[in-house]
């Protein structure tokens, strides 16, 4: 079975400025899928980044971009000048390499952007 | 293209009773998830429908609990009788099938529902 930690419940950053936020997984997979979600205050969750495992690029999606070390099994997300609008729930989340597996999430991080 | 859609968006019922959950996924999408929050917890899965067929329900907590989807179109989740441990906010996602790498899950807003 898969696991995923969140170690930081909640994390505050300034305006403009860059904040990374951690997240571990437990696998004896070799092939998967990791995912960045974001939920803001209004609830709807949207998908920020994902990353293959067999690729050993770092995915990036503009302001947002990923750390992947899959040797040390880590995913962090680093968000580049942040803003107002960041202010959300992230979850980290896992997903076996074939198409149709459920997801299994850390237990997220509430992010604060401030003025 | 509209997104997954869920109705309720919050439900308050007393326990004991009956609710109905609905989810519409994107549409064209033949995978359809069912997960779920409990307070302050993980997000943690439900059960996955391929069309009209029920390929994962290893997350269901109990037979207290009934996902259908009838025609492979839209689904819906019945707890009956709901019991307190049941509050929580209950997400719907979709998908395509596979052959296209297209892996991403879609979420919607969620129902929020509160047994008291």
């Known amino acids: 079975a898969q696991t995923v930690t969140q170690s930081q419940p909640e994390m505050s950053v300034q305006e403009a400025e860059t904040v990374t936020l951690s997240c571990t997984y437990d696998?004896?997979?070799?092939?998967?899928?990791l995912f960045w979600y974001k939920q803001p205050p209004s609830r709807q969750m949207i998908l920020v980044i994902r990353?293959?495992?067999?690729?050993?690029q770092n995915a990036t999606e503009n302001r947002f971009s990923v750390n992947f070390q899959k040797a040390a099994k880590s995913f962090s997300l680093k968000i580049s000048d942040s803003q107002l609008g960041d202010t959300a729930m992230y979850f980290c989340?896992?997903?076996?390499?074939?198409?149709?597996?459920?997801?299994?999430f850390g237990g997220g991080t509430r992010l604060m952007v401030k003025p | 293209e509209a997104g997954v859609t869920q109705f309720p968006s919050h439900s308050v019922i007393e326990k004991g009773q009956t609710v109905t959950l609905r989810c519409d996924p994107i549409?064209?999408?033949?995978?359809l998830y069912w997960y779920r929050r409990v307070m302050g917890k993980e997000i943690k899965f439900l059960l996955h429908?391929?069309?009209?067929?029920?390929?994962?329900e290893s997350g269901m907590p109990n037979n207290r609990f009934l996902a259908e989807r009838t025609g492979g179109t839209y689904s819906t989740l019945k707890v009956q009788p709901a019991e307190l441990e049941d509050s929580g906010v209950y997400f719907c996602?979709?998908?395509?099938?596979?052959?296209?790498?297209?892996?991403?899950?879609?979420f919607g807003p969620g129902t929020r529902l509160t047994v008291l």
């Open positions: 996602a979709s998908s395509p099938l596979a052959g296209g790498g297209t892996d991403t899950q879609y």
């Open positions: 696998t004896s997979e070799s092939n998967y899928y």
């Open positions: 990353q293959e495992a067999y690729k050993q």
């Open positions: 989340a896992f997903m076996k390499n074939n198409a149709g597996n459920m997801l299994t």
């Open positions: 549409s064209g999408h033949d995978n």
């Open positions: 429908f391929v069309k009209e067929s029920k390929q994962d």
